[in-house]
T-cell receptor, first 113, second 112 residues
Framework: KAGVTQTPRYLIKTRGQQVTLSCSPISGHRSVSWYQQTPGQGLQFLFEYFSETQRNKGNFPGRFSGRQFSNSRSEMNVSTLELGDSALYLC????????????FGPGTRLTVL | SQKIEQNSEALNIQEGKTATLTCNYTNYSPAYLQWYRQDPGRGPVFLLLIRENEKEKRKERLKVTFDTTLKQSLFHITASQPADSATYLCALPLWGNNRLAFGKGNQVVVIP
């Protein structure tokens, strides 16, 4: 069974630009969560999607948004990039809301210059 | 406010010994707690889940305990090997099963 895939793996952007990251969950998994990981703050929850609906949202500004498609693939978008958005963005999938184990992808390393 | 604390100092341990990591939390009443392993440049990998009504859980050389009175979980790696060198993260669910709050992780270095 293929794992969670994320594209691109690395990205360099400049301040003010926007970026879209993509995540393909494990086949059959309907829940996709996004996390931001930085050395200072660690892993922080961004949002979770289930059956194309955002169910939970973390404490991030509205510049961070996402969506989920009918095939469970998900994208997250960050607009008006700031230097502090430089981080590893991780996507995790799980079967459904009652299944607790999350399977993480390799992440997208975003650098904002 | 809610906090999850893991030791920020790396744990250096001799091969074959038992590594013990601590996860303390405040202002949570989690139904379960999870442990993940993360290698540099990779996403976390799920290791174990322990529920609030379980005192101990084992998987191969790994053992986790969960004390809801002390608000603490201990993670043990017995007969440690250099391949166990990684950062280990504890995670608690917040509202909703798939919204996890993570500790900052504890690095383990197993010395051959």
């Amino acid at each position: 069974k293929a794992g969670v895939t994320q594209t691109p793996r690395y990205l360099i952007k400049t301040r003010g630009q926007q970026v879209t990251l993509s995540c393909s969950p494990i086949s059959g998994h309907r829940s996709v969560s996004w996390y931001q990981q930085t050395p200072g703050q660690g892993l922080q929850f961004l949002f979770e999607y289930f059956s194309e609906t955002q169910r939970n949202k973390g404490n991030f500004p509205g510049r961070f948004s996402g969506r989920q498609f009918s095939n469970s693939r998900s994208e997250m978008n960050v607009s008006t990039l700031e230097l502090g958005d430089s981080a590893l963005y991780l996507c995790a999938s799980s079967r459904d809301s009652s299944y607790n184990e999350q399977f993480f992808g390799p992440g997208t390393r975003l650098t904002v210059l | 406010s809610q906090k999850i604390e893991q030791n920020s100092e790396a744990l250096n341990i001799q091969e074959g010994k038992t590594a013990t990591l601590t996860c303390n939390y405040t202002n949570y009443s989690p139904a379960y707690l999870q442990w993940y392993r993360q290698d540099p440049g990779r996403g976390p990998v799920f290791l174990l889940l322990i529920r609030e009504n379980e005192k101990e859980k084992r998987k191969e050389r790994l053992k986790v305990t969960f004390d809801t009175t002390l608000k603490q979980s201990l993670f043990h790696i017995t007969a440690s090997q250099p391949a166990d060198s990684a950062t280990y993260l504890c995670a608690l669910p917040l509202w909703g099963n798939n919204r996890l709050a993570f500790g900052k992780g504890n690095q383990v270095v197993v010395i051959p």
